[in-house]
């Protein structure tokens, strides 16, 4: 069974700075995608960026970009310039590439912005 | 707004009864999933549906849990006879699967506590 580890309950970072939010996955498949989901206090949760395994070059989304190692199964998270709305839970997830379309969640990263 | 909504957002119940939420996607999104979020915890997938076909359901999923998406539109995620064990988040998302590309977008959620 696949499985997604997040092994920073907590985070901080200064207005301004740059934070890197660690996942690591365990899974046989070779095709599969992965995503980072951003869940703010109270609101609903929010895709922030996505990562097709085929593909070697790392996605970025303005001031979120990823280092996805295929190898290593490691897909971290980097917020450039942390803002003070960046501050929410952060969720790395799994979807394999076969037939089954759910998502598996690890326990997240609470993502605190200091100004 | 066109995102996905669900109803009620809050539901506070006492133990034995039953509870209905509802989940309305994105329009014309052909997926549609249930995950279940208990507090420090990542989503849970629960079940899925592809227009009006359940196609899969977790062994979370017990008895006491039915789900359906009558004419593929809406969904309602039912829980009998609750237990306090039940309270959580309950979270919809819906996708319009093209190809090999799917993203889910996630609800408000429900947040229902027993009693």
């Known amino acids: 069974a696949q499985t997604v580890t997040q092994s920073q309950p907590e985070m901080s970072v200064q207005e301004a700075e740059t934070v890197t939010l660690s996942c690591t996955y365990d899974t046989s498949e070779s095709d599969y995608y992965l995503f980072w989901y951003k869940q703010p206090p109270s609101r609903q949760m929010i895709l922030v960026i996505r990562?097709?395994?085929?593909?070697?070059q790392n996605a970025t989304e303005n001031r979120f970009s990823v280092n996805f190692q295929k190898a290593a199964k490691s897909f971290s998270l980097k917020i450039s310039d942390s803002q003070l709305g960046d501050a929410a839970m952060y969720f790395c997830?799994?979807?394999?590439?076969?037939?089954?379309?759910?998502?598996?969640f690890g326990t997240g990263t609470l993502l605190a912005v200091q100004p | 707004d066109t995102g996905v909504s669900q109803d009620p957002r809050h539901k506070i119940t006492k133990r034995g009864q039953n509870v209905t939420f509802r989940c309305d996607p994105i329009?014309?999104?052909?997926?549609l999933y249930w995950y279940r979020q208990t507090l420090g915890q990542g989503p849970e997938f629960l079940t899925y549906?592809?227009?009006?076909?359940?196609?899969?359901k977790s062994r979370l999923l017990s008895d006491r849990f039915s789900a359906e998406r009558p004419k593929g539109s809406f969904s309602t995620l039912e829980i009998q006879r609750t237990e306090q064990g039940d309270s959580a988040m309950y979270l919809c998302?819906?996708?319009?699967?093209?190809?090999?590309?799917?993203?889910?977008?996630f609800g408000p959620g429900t947040r229902l506590l027993v009693l």
């Open positions: 329009s014309e999104h052909n997926r």
């Open positions: 549906f592809q227009n009006e076909a359940q196609l899969e």
């Open positions: 990562q097709e395994a085929y593909k070697q």
């Open positions: 997830a799994y979807r394999g590439g076969g037939a089954t379309n759910k998502l598996i």
């Open positions: 998302a819906s996708s319009l699967i093209r190809g090999r590309q799917e993203t889910q977008y």
